[in-house]
């Protein structure tokens, strides 16, 4: 799909600055750009790091004054927010499939008791099980198993081979991705004469509005009551969220992240990768967990933490530093302590020489 810059211009409502007549084909990262190729910087500094010589750049006004162009430079379209432009510039040349209409495929097992609204896709090899509920224009895609009574929203998006316990409730708009597990019982268990006896699991998982359950993802139900992933709230693959969390909105976890039962969250959390969080700790809204953290007790409103066990981000800076000092200061040590011994030996023959003069 060849477009002139200047058609493009027009299209992504922005301010041309250059040679509107080249073509554009693609888009492509700032790395591997060629002459055909649209881009996007979001700063100076990133349009300065510009090795490649694409056929147009997206940038933002703060950026063009920054970077004043010469006859060299890549044609400008310039505009307000250079990522969300070039989002919808990449969806011009790789338009999304459209979504296939099958309804609900003779192949897939539904229950009697079921119910599917209109507009769903039920793909070959899925399976809906007594008395589930699901709602208006939902794709339920290959392999999914969506247990008794569960009940789903409307434009909701489940891939293949993810897993929908029994009892599940899954709000409007969501997303869960192939081969997450939702709803399945907490790791609970209580010595009873030497052996694990294991604690029944009685409630259930809530995933709110405009959710979105990675690949592999695993939230487990509440032993009473439900485990809650709030409004808006992003997981990443290969996350683990255990029995009875509250989890608030709008919270995004990178992979790897695992959360111990009974946390609790305010909203606009972000959690690095491998972040682990241990049982009953509470992470306040707006605050964020870089990689590795381990985190126990409470995590203040609007602070950055980091490390094992974690601490607010300055302190850690500063353990961090001291720590690469180690090596330094331990070799300084061993010569303290060569000095202290000479200085001892140095005492000790000083002692002794007077202890022989005065014996003679």
Known sequence: MRTTVQELCELLGGTLAGDGSVTIDDVASPETA?????????SAAQYRRLESRPGAVILDHETHQACPQTDADAPRILVGDPQATFIQA???FRPPAPRQQIGISPHAFVDPSATIDEDCNVHPGAHIGPDAVIGN????????VISAGCHIGDNVTIYPNAVLYAGVRVGNRVIIHATAVVGADGFGYRLEQG?????PHTGTVILEDDVEIGAGTTVDRAMIGATVIGEG?????????AHNCQLGKHNAYASQVG????VTTGDYVRCAGQVGVADHAHIGTGSTLGAKAGIRGTVPDGETYHGVPAGPEREQIKLHLTLRKVPEM?????QLVKQMQQLQEQIDALTGC???SAAA
């Open 137 to 144: 224009g939902c794709d339920i895609h290959p392999g999914v």
């Open 34 to 42: 060629t002459s055909a190729h649209l881009v996007y910087t979001a």
């Open 233 to 241: 709230t992003k997981l990443d693959n290969q996350v683990m969220i």
């Open 259 to 262: 959360f111990a039962g009974s």
């Open 195 to 199: 052996r694990f006896a294991k604690i």
């Open 330 to 334: 331990r070799s300084q040590l061993g």
């Open 90 to 92: 990449m969806l011009h």
């Open 354 to 356: 007077r202890n022989d």
